[in-house]
């Protein structure tokens, strides 16, 4: 099977979610681990693929995408047959995006606020006064996704596992590392747990290890 399809990734960052889609896909594809903290990602040779200096991208024979919703929506319809979104009901599918989007928006910013202050301040006080702020904003997100979005699902879309539940188990995953015990939200503990014991996550964490 050829290999069309090449992940820029870094391990810890969002890109794992689209490295858990590729897997659940079982897609054919490369992956190309940068270390960032090296500074792999403002070299001439990645910013010649994705100019924004950041991670994921995903080299595809039509060209680079960017974008952890759009990679993760991508992968979903060229492998329709895994049924990894409700490609075929357009409310549902924008509910899809509408909770992905979120995660993007909100989520992955309030958690960014912690380590990478700097991108909105150059004043060590309000660098240190946004960072005390992170496990306040991921309690509230957090909470938000285990009423409104997890409620007694199983999964984010209901019974059908979709790119959005290895979305939310990498955002999960980011919440000890702010502050913040999994287990004040028992639906997304119990979330975070069913999708560790997939074998393409488990494929997907050992390659990212």
């Known amino acids: 099977m050829s290999q069309d399809l090449t992940l820029y990734y870094a391990p810890g960052t969002c890109a794992q979610a689209v490295l858990i ?3 659940e896909a079982g897609a054919a594809f490369q992956a190309q681990r940068l270390n ?13 693929i994705n100019p924004k200096g950041r ?12 974008e952890t919703a759009a990679l993760l929506l991508y992968v979903a319809q060229t492998h329709p047959d895994k049924q990894l979104a409700p490609l075929g009901d357009p409310f549902q ?19 960014a606020h912690r380590p990478r202050a700097a991108r909105w301040a150059d004043d060590e006080a309000a660098q240190k006064a946004m960072q005390a702020k992170v496990p ?9 996704i285990e009423q409104h979005y997890l409620g007694d699902k199983t999964w984010v879309m209901g019974e059908q596992y979709t790119v959005a539940d290895g979305y939310l188990f990498t955002m999960a995953g980011w919440l000890k590392s702010d502050s913040v015990d999994i287990n004040e939200f028992p639906r997304v503990a119990a979330h975070y747990a ?4 997939r074998p393409a996550v488990q494929a997907a964490l050992a390659q990212s290890a």
């Open 36 to 48: 960032m903290a090296e500074g792999a990602q403002r070299t001439p040779a990645y910013l010649a």
């Open 136 to 144: 306040h904003n991921m309690r509230d997100a957090f909470a938000l």
């Open 55 to 66: 991670v994921p991208a995903l080299v595809t024979p039509q060209g680079v995408l960017t």
């Open 194 to 197: 069913r999708v560790a014991a």
């Open 21 to 23: 889609a590729l897997h």
């Open 93 to 111: 599918l924008a509910r899809l995006q509408e909770f992905n989007s979120y995660l993007a928006s909100t989520v992955h910013i309030s958690h």
